[in-house]
């Protein structure tokens, strides 16, 4: 039997190569806006992604709490993306999640392949890189971890990093803290529609279903950083995505026609509006097209939370509150894998009209 497990892009960084293979290369209509992402982030003309204060978004003073909620309404609606600052979670936790996760992709790589995920078989979860399943062939700068973090009884720690010692610790309290930070912004963003405080949790699922997902996602220095992308350009199929980074630049989004350029905030994590919550809202929130650059200086490291409702169990679709006779429904019903599925599709019948399909 044949495993198709796709090469390591860290073995490929390290191999001293100065041209990148063929695979890795972005179809021409990409290349022309691939930029050197440290000259990017330097950039202080044009839009820049809000960052949102969340001190006050509980404030007893109902004034001050609601111009933090009007603040974050119109983050979501405008950009579908966010710095969050005083979001509540221990600064010294965020970095005891970041250095337990560089230690491991510090490890040779034969150690890290013990925790090797295996797509083929359907075991997603684990070390991974991506595999050339897509239509065109494409294959992205980066090696992966990818584990169910939250609901705890949920995990599989078998298949969590030993090594260091205090990552499954570190990466537990931090998945239970943004459990908590969730629910906030679910709350406001709930406010933010007219809706009941709790009832976008209720519609992701609560509690109970509300999957937390974690991806650290590893980009190596590249030689030709101008030809490739750590992630591709797509939107989060999530409800909300959470971010750490390493203060390394590279996270893009396409805002009013053009690619800005996220600058790193201190202290900060950025949160994505996922599909989930657009489609929920009718559009009135936004799921921006992202993606990832990379560089020949340094590595980046990010830890991305995917906050997805059960795959199955609910239906996805504009809520009644958020649907008029000037604004009909934009999305039609369907389950979480649903929506997936769905997107794969389009995204394979894309390549094939783009004509750049194999």
Not at 39 to 51: A, D, M, N, S
Not at 131 to 152: C, I, K, M, R, T
Request: with cysteine.
């Amino acid at each position: 039997m044949v495993f198709s497990v796709a090469p390591r892009v860290e073995r490929l960084a390290s191999s001293g190569i100065q041209a990148i293979p063929k695979e890795y290369v972005r179809p021409q209509e990409e290349l022309t806006s691939i930029g050197n992402v440290f000259e990017e982030e330097k950039k202080e003309e044009g839009p820049q992604v809000p960052t949102i204060d969340l001190k006050d978004v509980n404030s007893d003073d109902q004034l001050v709490r609601e111009k933090c909620r009007e603040e974050l309404k119109k983050a979501a609606t405008e950009w579908g993306v966010m710095h969050l600052v005083n979001h509540g979670i221990p600064d010294e936790l965020m970095e005891r999640v970041k250095k337990a996760g560089e230690v491991f992709f510090n490890l040779p790589i034969e150690k890290k392949e013990k925790y090797a995920n295996d797509q083929d078989s359907g075991k997603i979860q684990g070390y991974g890189s991506k595999l050339a399943n897509n239509v065109s062939g494409q294959l992205e700068w980066e090696d992966y971890f990818f584990h169910l973090v939250y609901p705890e009884d949920k995990r599989d720690l078998s298949i969590w990093p030993k090594t260091p010692t205090d990552y499954i610790e570190a990466t537990s309290e931090y998945a239970r803290q943004l459990r908590g930070l969730t629910t906030s912004m679910l709350s406001a963003l709930s406010l933010g529609l007219g809706l009941e405080e709790g009832r976008l949790e209720k519609e992701v699922g609560g509690l109970e279903e509300l999957l937390l997902q974690m991806k650290i996602n590893y980009y190596p220095k590249c030689p030709q950083p101008e030809l490739a992308l750590g992630v591709e350009a797509h939107t989060d199929v999530s409800a909300l995505t959470f971010i750490l980074h390493n203060m390394v630049p590279g996270l893009q989004l396409f805002y009013e026609g053009k690619w800005v350029t996220a600058k790193c905030v201190p202290n900060s994590i950025i949160m994505h509006i996922g599909d989930t919550i657009e489609i929920l809202s009718n559009g009135k929130y936004k799921s921006i097209l992202h993606r990832g650059l990379v560089n020949k200086e340094k590595v980046r490291i990010s830890w991305a939370v995917f906050c997805e409702p059960p795959k199955e169990k609910i239906i996805l679709q504009p809520l009644p509150e958020t649907v008029s006779e000037e604004d009909p429904p934009h999305y039609p019903p369907r389950t979480f894998q649903q929506h997936i599925q769905h997107k794969l599709f389009r995204k394979t019948q894309d390549l094939h009209s783009n004509g750049i399909s194999k």
